[in-house]
């Protein structure tokens, strides 16, 4: 497990993963007075969380299954990626994809964090890259099955 400073000005506990094999930990509104999305409405939703990632890490924020499934509330950007070198607030771009205002109130669990290992690359340039057995097909080209 790696150990990552963190600043947070939230009430209440750190996020944390909710049992042992979770991928995700959940972040939280950290805001004074509920806020209100409307139908297709965006909003930046602060979560009271700065963090320093070690280099080779991003933390992805992705959206919350029930919130999605139930209300039609998801990231915007899914996954949005918080850089190693970012120490803002995360903040989560919800939107109201529903047909119905949604509201958040202050802690609501609105988004998970995900923290994972990343490669940087360094392109190549070819005339021609190797065949596969897929080659260029794509959107579906594989089948249903």
Do not use: C
């Amino acid at each position: 497990m790696t150990a990552i400073p963190v600043h947070y000005t939230g009430a209440g506990d750190l996020p944390h993963y909710a049992t042992p094999l979770s991928a995700g930990m959940d972040l939280r509104a950290h805001i004074e007075a509920p806020i209100t999305l409307a139908p297709l409405e965006r909003k930046i939703i602060p979560t009271g969380l700065s963090i320093a990632l070690p280099k080779g890490h991003e933390a992805q924020v992705r959206p919350r299954s029930g919130l999605a499934a139930k209300h039609g509330i998801t990231v915007l950007n899914a996954p949005g990626t918080i850089d190693a070198d970012y120490r803002g607030d995360i903040g989560v771009i919800l939107i109201n994809l529903s047909q119905e205002d949604f509201t958040i109130a202050p802690q609501d669990r609105i988004a998970q964090l995900v923290v994972a290992e990343y490669s940087q690359v360094q392109w190549q340039p070819v005339d021609q890259l190797p065949d596969t057995e897929r080659g260029s097909g794509g959107f579906g080209s594989t089948g249903k099955k």
